[in-house]
């Protein structure tokens, strides 16, 4: 069988050919052509994609056009659609796909255009996955009614944290003409429900601070025109200082009259260039970023003053909560860092404006590989949140190791904060809004750059992937969105198809057994994050510290002698965790300080747990080295190739960071591995 | 008492009025005038210099003439003034003062019109120091033939390991065109008997590998005007792939003619620029820059291949010999980076030609605050070798914190290598050359950047003063030095002398005190080296490793069981430095791998050693800035409060090093401390 060569730059939309027979044939039937009811820059791209995936897929000619009598063929459009198939017309942003009425055709009915265009991508998708025509009609809306990404680009080109080459939004200083990118960006986005990106790094140092003036708006308009035919809006990320910095105000003080006025102002400007803009992305006072802080003002008051500018607009303030002391004595052991957003947040419940979101990061360190979920998710009932994840793979292998994040994005979605009693998921409150769904959703920061394959390695688009389907639909299990990312990125071949999913499955729990152990967090090298160097953060400001000494590590979180942060978790969660016996056995180390020699629950040391899953963990590596060899025939040698030289950049990497871990876990306890394994 | 107002900017050379009595009175009666015999750019600045100084010192006005035929005033000139004085002329570059003849005068007889400078300096010295005028002839000569200076200035403006500013030759791509600055450098330089320094980094990026062509020829040039009538001759580094990076040969492989023919082609342009050019400096295959073992070719051969070029032009090439394993793996125990350079070039003695000179660092390491003495100052006869030491002070303090480094220097000079037996110390062989003066001498590091006071830390301007005076003459004791350089800074106030001199003198060891103990070496960030991360280094490649545990701390480095780098040595220093019992306490840990539990010669355990050494560190300073305050009414308020803001800042750093490395050696070791103070 001669596998499907596929462009890596068309990602998942790279519609491999079906292999002829009756599945093939049955499809070909119903979809020989398109037709489009009604007419806009939207639903253009829902024919237009429809006519390509269809032809790539089928291998047969599909004619596009406008209004027609005949009934067969595949038919996109709102109400008139809707009643063609004999359905209900969905919600906003929902589509069904349906028989079209007593023709032989298929109904793509959206509840707007953007619900068209994701009907579209969702009939494809059925398509390319084998599944076929529904023989019921199927429905579908979103949960999250933002379903956002922020991208961490500086106007230099530069992106923060950014593991795939250089912006596509930005470049020595300018926003890009090259919108070409844009809109194949855009398209991407659209596949998988993405509505909305933030195209701007929240930190906002100069120049990036002119762009919400004149000298750049033209330019942001003519990006935010290229994304609207995909039905993502754009905001930008703005300086809280930005009053001082562009107008050389006296102060930035949110209950200053005249800040007030600037940011009118400022709105108005925007608005005037991008009147469909979300809003503005603040991270204020927050690892050295201007904040109210500065001027004895809460974040409430900060944030307020931004979202009355914006709301006469329609536009909205995302106000990171990711606010800490970050010039903390290594010597202090009272402050915990952890305890930080909640501490800040939750006594200004209620206080900010209703067109204010509150974006929350998933746990409350810093996206490690393994964190509790934030506390301050369950918290703060009157505040608009957002739960921010982190897309791009800072903590987590640099898109050189592979790691498939959706499993720990699940776990967040998943985990019941009991806000309200059970059953109060983090993706039924936060992601979905619960009652109120005007401000609610998931952002992810964007793992994408100007590398040929948006991520650089090509498994980490699953991760892209899967942040849009699981925004989307929270309920998607992690194994489901792999199997369907594998199946649209390769074709149908069973065999690839399990061999990829099995490893995406695996991959983060691998990363996780050869890097830092048990929810410790930060054993990575200082600035960069890449590499282990145990205790690079040891004596730092930053508040992660392992206080290790030759008996222990690890803090102790809990009320009675630790820090208290396990008080932030409503019950049973906090008593759980408090319990070393019923803390979940992969949090351990964050909760607890634990001695080497001490038992785990499986029965063997803290020391030897540690080189039992390092030395798993490159070994595990080694063996989807050898799971991807047994695909080489499978996949076409650029795609082929482009993973292979990960995986041998990750098995060294592996070897590194399980030596390293080893030998700190070693010099501490002076334990020996009991299986008489080298240690250094 | 009002203390005597100095800018910083003056340095040693502000000339503070002597008090009114008879010692200034008998000055006044001798050098009233100053003639100058014979005529030249470096004799009118020592004429101008001596008008300058008496001026300031006495308080009168000392007018300078060529010749008359009065015999009283200061007389300065060669073979005449010599005649004059009835004493013999001196050797290049020295000087003899004495009585003028029959008349009332001072002649400063010198061997050359340099030598003339330096004498006019001298007897300024005298003077200002209070010595008053010689009864005997005093006859000096410099010790070292070069006295030079490095500067790690990049084309762009910034200095690489400076803390004093930005570049005084470089700004924004361009060489400078503010020569006032420049001369005035040039006329420190001069004070100090310095006579040569290289412009700019031995790391030659781009764009500074252009400084060789026409690009900034003419720019460079300038400089070397402006610093000639200084008696300072420049020097350029330059990038190995010259060859490569500028006419897009091939290679740089230095066997093969046409980068022969290159490097002569760049030499005739750049002496056509600047006919008394000292020559190239060259830092290659060392840290990533490009060099010979690029193109398996030796050292020696890359060295001679660039030599061949300059030879014909006077020129010479100052070979670096930091040369070692920057990839090294961390768990390779058999590779000692304190082995590298005598491996690398014991080999290639006598290979190299005659003018080459390899410039050898005073340690085997990089510059810690503490490392026994280079083995390969004391091998290699064939070879002429340079002592290169540190100025800047990139491990030991920043310039933030005082550290006298001349202590440091005169152990280096003053240790006997036995390569001859004994007598041999690195000053006779090394820096005088031996019998071999041709190629001798010592190259520092320099510490000078364009903040006001030239090093950022007033104190700092110590460092250089004293590495002029020191390689002028090993001799002198580093409290000579000090107290030399207190009066030439604040006047002959006996408390301001005293207290600055016994600061200066015990800076260097509380420094060390309280960072990182017993020769041990690289407790610091990364990167910047600035404070303290103790296994920041643990697991990089730069072949710096503690190798601690929970038992014991350090690398043996004796032959039996060690990386054998003792063997190195002459003896007795082999035998003496693998005994514990004889090795300097003071390098312990540099040669001894010991446990926290055992006694040292002192008695106390090596933790408690720890222990009490930086909790006395870090008090001294804090006597230090009482000593300060108590000089508050006698130094100018400008120099004294800025020497008090880096004494606090000093405070502050003192008390996280004692902290962070008490913390350190206590969580390994779980030795409590004896006295009962804070460990974290």
Chains 1, 2 share one sequence.
Request: charged content about 20%; proline content about 6%; glycine content about 12%.
């Amino acid at each position: 069988m001669t596998p499907p060569v596929v462009d890596a730059y068309d990602a998942w939309l790279g519609y491999p050919a079906l292999a002829p027979g009756a599945a093939r044939d049955a499809v070909r039937a119903a979809c020989g052509r398109v037709t489009v009811l009604g007419d806009s820059p939207v639903l253009r791209e829902a024919g237009r994609e429809l006519a390509v995936g269809l032809e790539s897929l089928l291998g047969c000619s599909v004619p596009v056009s406008g209004e027609s009598g005949a009934g067969d063929g595949v038919w996109v459009g709102t109400g008139a659609v809707a009643e063609l198939a004999g359905v209900e017309t969905p919600g906003p942003e929902g589509f069904v796909i349906a028989a079209a009425g007593e023709g032989a055709g298929v109904a793509v009915a959206g509840g707007d255009d953007r619900g068209c265009l994701y009907g579209a991508f969702a009939l494809l998708r059925r398509i390319a996955c084998g599944v076929g025509l529904p023989s019921e009609p199927v429905s579908e809306a979103p949960v999250a009614p933002l379903r956002m990404l922020d991208h961490w680009d500086n106007l230099d080109g530069t992106i923060e944290r950014g593991y795939a080459g250089r912006s596509i939004f930005f470049a020595d200083g300018e926003v890009t003409r090259d919108l070409a990118r844009v809109r194949d960006y855009g398209r991407l986005l659209a596949s998988i429900g993405v509505n909305a990106i933030a195209l701007n790094n929240v930190n906002v140092a100069r120049p990036a601070v002119e762009l919400i003036t004149d000298r750049h708006l033209g330019a942001v308009a003519q990006v935010a025109a290229a994304l609207r035919p995909f039905g993502v809006r754009i905001a930008l990320s703005v300086n809280f200082a930005g009053p001082v910095l562009l107008d050389g105000l006296p102060s930035a003080d949110p209950r200053d009259p005249a800040v007030a006025q600037w940011w009118r102002a400022a709105a108005a400007r925007v608005y005037e260039a991008v009147p469909d803009l979300l809003g503005f992305v603040v991270k204020a006072s927050s690892e050295g970023q201007p904040g109210p802080h500065s001027y004895g003002a809460s974040q409430a008051e900060g944030a307020n003053v931004i979202a009355a500018a914006l709301a006469p607009l329609g536009g909205v303030v995302l106000w990171r909560a990711f606010v800490y002391d970050c010039e903390q004595d290594w010597r202090d052991t009272a402050t915990d860092r952890a305890k930080a957003a909640y501490d800040e947040f939750v006594p200004l419940d209620g206080a900010f404006a209703p067109n204010v979101a509150v974006q929350i990061k998933n746990g409350p360190m810093d996206y490690q590989v393994r964190e509790p979920v934030s506390p301050l998710l369950g918290a703060a009932p009157e505040t608009r949140k957002l739960l921010e994840v982190q897309i791009t793979q800072e903590y987590t292998g640099q898109q050189v190791h592979a790691c498939y994040l959706v499993p720990l994005w699940k776990e967040v979605l998943d985990f019941d904060t009991h806000a309200r009693g059970p059953g109060s998921t983090v993706a039924s409150t936060v992601v979905a809004g619960g009652d109120d769904r005007a401000l609610a959703g998931m952002v992810g920061v964007a793992n994408v750059g100007d590398e040929r394959n948006w991520t650089g390695h090509l498994l980490a688009q699953a991760n892209l992937y899967g942040f849009g389907r699981l925004a989307w639909q929270p309920s998607l299990t992690a194994e489901a969105i792999a199997r369907e990312w594998a199946a649209l990125t390769f074709g149908l071949d069973g065999t690839v198809r399990d061999t990829v999913t099995a490893m995406l499955m695996e991959s983060r729990e691998v990363y996780e057994s050869y890097t830092t152990p048990l929810g410790l967090g930060w054993m990575v090298t200082p600035a960069t994050h890449d590499g282990p160097s145990p205790e690079g953060y040891e004596y730092s400001r930053w508040g992660t510290y392992l206080r290790a000494d030759r008996d222990a590590i690890g803090v102790d979180r809990g009320t009675a002698r630790g820090t208290g942060f396990t008080a932030q978790y409503h019950e049973p969660w906090r008593s759980i965790f408090e319990d070393r016996e019923r803390c979940p056995p992969q949090l351990l180390l964050f909760f607890h300080r634990v001695g080497y020699a001490e038992l785990l629950p499986s029965g063997v040391t803290l020391a030897q747990h540690v080189y039992d899953s390092h030395f798993a963990g490159a070994e595990a590596v080694a063996r989807f080295i050898a799971d991807w060899e047994g695909l080489h025939e499978r996949i076409d040698p650029g795609r082929h190739g482009s993973v292979a030289r990960r995986l041998e950049a990750q098995r060294a990497g592996a070897e590194e960071w399980r030596d390293v871990i080893n030998a700190y876990f070693h010099r501490y306890s002076g334990i020996a591995d009991a299986a008489g394994r080298r240690l250094y």
